[in-house]
């Protein structure tokens, strides 16, 4: 059995709710994420007895309408790999392990992060490890920027890296774990890396606590629905 010693458990997922912030691709399409709620039919006798029960119109219920990757959320292989898994299909031990937070909230605009920015990064990134860049980007959540002014990977530079270092998951504060634009690192370097190629999951638009972890080393645990997709929304917490 293993024995896992923290002090305290952050969230490092963003909050889901009705017309939040989505992909621009998926916003280009139309779509918009809905959270709406219901009230119990009134023409139903109310639920409740003789010592009392839920207020007139109550329980209630909420429609959600949201894509694989609305908010914090973890690419499965199939995202980009047509013979890849569905998010579904992978053990659930993939989702959780050792892992560091790291810091990068010194860097302006989108910048490419390389193999030699992740090997002098401390704590040092240790094999096996759950690795998560604090970009400081969470912070401007909502805003047009965040799409497409964060710093990420540079795929060609980190891939040899992730792949020494047998990284389980990789994760950042931003819409992509890849910097710019979706037009500016369209040829996708990293995911071909991660999820063509390899098995290296990735989390995306990770915030919340973050910066309460950023510079340690902590248990993280990245548990996806299990949905018969792509990828899935995740509530991502971290134990140090």
């Not at 490419?112 to 990134?125: C, G, S, T, V």
Request: proline share 7%; aromatic share 8%; net charge negative.
């Amino acid at each position: 059995m293993t024995e896992i010693k923290f002090e305290k458990v952050y969230d490092l997922s963003v909050l889901v709710y009705n017309d939040m912030p989505l992909h621009p691709a998926i916003e280009l399409a139309g779509i918009h994420a809905k959270v709406l709620m219901h009230g119990f039919p009134v023409h139903l006798p109310r639920m409740a007895g003789p010592k009392g029960g839920p207020e007139f119109g109550w329980p209630i219920f909420h429609d959600l309408e949201l894509t694989t990757h609305t908010g914090t959320h973890v690419d499965g292989t199939w995202h980009f790999n047509k013979r890849g898994k569905r998010i579904d299909e992978f053990p659930i031990d993939t989702f959780v392990g050792k892992g560091v937070v790291l810091d990068f909230r010194h860097l302006k605009g989108p910048v490419p992060i390389k193999a030699e920015d992740l090997e002098k990064a401390r704590p040092e990134i240790e094999e096996g490890d759950i690795v998560i860049i604090n970009t400081g980007w969470h912070k401007k959540w909502g805003t047009p920027e965040y799409n497409t002014e964060h710093a990420g990977f540079d795929g060609e530079s980190v891939g040899p890296f992730l792949l020494k270092k047998k990284v389980k998951m990789l994760g950042a504060d931003t819409m992509c774990v890849e910097p710019g634009s979706e037009q500016a690192h369209w040829p996708h370097t990293l995911h071909r890396i991660c999820l063509i190629e390899n098995e290296i999951l990735l989390i995306e638009n990770l915030g919340g606590d973050i910066d309460g972890v950023t510079g340690k080393r902590c248990y993280i645990i990245a548990l996806p629905i299990k949905l018969m997709a792509d990828a899935g929304i995740a509530r991502v917490i971290a134990l140090a």
